[in-house]
């Protein structure tokens, strides 16, 4: 699509939420657009800086992840402290955690595309994530409804550091950990390898000023999932296929009053929307075409985008949700997340490769 008629489109819905939904709305899908835009823009994706790390020994894109999150959380924390209404990304330490982390990393590297990565890569109109958007919504949704038998397996209350310890210490822990973290990284990869890379670093601190917006307008953190499996149950809902009074997750009051509701009213759809948006206005001066699949790439690649669905549910959000918005806002459940996915990622890695993805 061309630049003009996009700009048009994308006004008129901006109108739209300001007039018919509310201001918020207006706003978050503008903050959504700009994070399409970023992520699009710099190419700033979990899952490539990952595969990269492992396959190319290269740093630059995790360097990238490292200085996202720590920027992000040093925005955060004090916000967290200043006004009680925000609230943190806070996940229970679970059974379901563990294994839907581990089989998220493992599933998006198959899949190309962790939560964001598939938005915005859709957004591009890269053909296989296109595909998987929808197969990632029914399994966010099926895990939704699943969510408490994985639960019953075993957990823990959440548990948000800056509550525990406050901001300032929460904060002082959360940079230790990143350059802990960086530490290991150096570890990984040896000596004489470059760690900076323009586009990862813009794309970070952009990131986290758009993340940041989006904690003040919405009064939670960035998330992607959890809409996905909201589209999901609202169509199941509404084929008369399901009966949200009846499951753990969907009876609960936030929950079950916006499956009434018009999906527009929900923070993390709008930005969803607006991520697609903002991508698709860099795909409209993209050159290049991704790389034809087979039929067996096409069904291996749309199941891996199903249970990458269903995992980050049980895992209480992707690269976005539980690592990004996690970490920043000092929930413990993002630091147990990311050894988790990595490791998932360390076999996801040898499995794309066999199949040549």
């Known amino acids: 699509m061309k630049r003009f008629p996009l700009a048009a489109l994308i006004a008129a819905f901006f109108i739209f939420l300001l007039w018919t939904v509310s201001v918020r709305q207006a706003l978050l899908f503008t903050v ?8 699009a823009g710099a190419r700033f ?11 190319d020994r290269d740093p630059k894109g995790v360097t990238g992840q490292i200085l996202l999150l720590g920027l992000a959380a040093l925005l955060a924390m004090p916000l967290l402290t200043a006004y009680p209404e925000v609230t943190a990304a806070l996940g229970p330490p679970s059974i379901s955690l563990l294994i839907g982390a581990f089989v998220f990393g493992l599933t998006m590297q198959i899949a190309d595309g962790c939560g964001s990565g598939t938005l915005y890569k859709a957004g591009l109109g890269i053909p296989l994530n296109m595909g998987i958007l929808p197969l990632f919504a029914l399994g ?7 969510l408490g038998d994985w639960l019953s397996l075993g957990q823990i209350e959440p548990v948000g550091l800056v509550d ?25 990869v040896g000596s004489g390898k470059a760690w900076l890379d323009r586009k990862w670093i813009w794309g970070a601190v952009v990131l986290a000023l758009l993340a ?17 499996g909201l589209w999901a149950a609202k169509a199941a809902h509404a084929a008369n ?16 009053q916006i499956l009434t509701q018009t999906v527009l009213l929900d923070v993390t759809s709008i930005t969803n929307i607006g991520i697609l948006a903002g991508a698709l206005w860099i795909s409209a001066s993209a050159s290049g075409a991704s790389k034809p699949l087979t039929k067996q790439q096409w069904v291996i690649g749309l199941g891996a985008g199903f249970l990458l669905g269903y995992s980050s549910r049980l895992a209480f959000g992707c690269n976005v949700g539980a690592m990004l918005s996690g970490v920043s806002t000092g929930s413990l459940h993002g630091w147990i997340w990311i050894p988790l996915a990595f490791a998932g990622t360390l076999v996801g890695v040898r499995l794309r490769r066999h199949f040549r993805f």
């Open 32 to 39: 959504g657009i700009g994070l399409g835009a970023t992520l």
């Open 45 to 55: 994706g979990f899952t490539t800086g990952w595969r990269q790390l492992i396959e």
């Open 140 to 146: 966010s949704f099926l895990g939704s409804v699943h």
């Open 164 to 188: 525990l310890w406050g901001a300032e210490k929460a904060l002082a822990a959360t940079l230790l950990g990143l350059a802990v973290a960086l530490i290991v990284v150096r570890l990984w």
């Open 212 to 228: 940041t917006l989006n904690l003040l307008i919405a009064g939670q953190p960035w998330g992607v999932v959890y809409g996905f």
């Open 241 to 256: 296929v399901f009966d949200p009074t009846t499951n753990m997750f969907w009876s609960q009051e936030g929950n079950a």
